[in-house]
């Protein structure tokens, strides 16, 4: 089992930054992706970012340049920076791991909201 928790969410106003960040504990050792989606009322939870362990990226065409997901090893912890960040990047974001099995984990789920 994994448990992750997400932090780093909020209000901020369009054009500004926001970095997430998700701690994940229990046996991390199995994990294999690290990433983020996003949902809003009425859609589909969908891609936002994802990394695997052997240096594979995949995004959500609309926002590479803008989102990136990183992590760091030392604290089990992986982020999306979310820069120029616009009204429609509101939504709430959860983390997602993949570990091997496969077994999908997912946080709470953070709101973030953009203003105008």
């Known amino acids: 089992q994994v448990q992750l928790v997400e932090s780093g969410g909020g209000l901020v106003q369009a054009g500004e930054s926001l970095r997430l960040s998700c701690a994940a504990s229990g046996r991390v050792f199995d994990i294999y992706a690290w990433g983020w989606y996003r949902q809003v009322p009425g859609k589909e939870r969908e891609l936002v970012g994802q990394i695997t362990v052997d240096g594979r990226s995949n995004y959500l065409d609309s926002l590479k340049g803008r989102f990136a997901v990183s992590r760091d090893n030392t604290k089990d912890t992986v982020y999306l920076q979310m820069n120029s960040l616009k009204p429609e990047d509101t939504a709430v974001y959860y983390c997602?791991?993949?570990?091997?099995?496969?077994?999908?984990?997912w946080g709470p789920g953070i709101q973030v909201t953009v203003s105008s």
């Open positions: 997602n791991v993949v570990s091997y099995g496969p077994h999908n984990y």
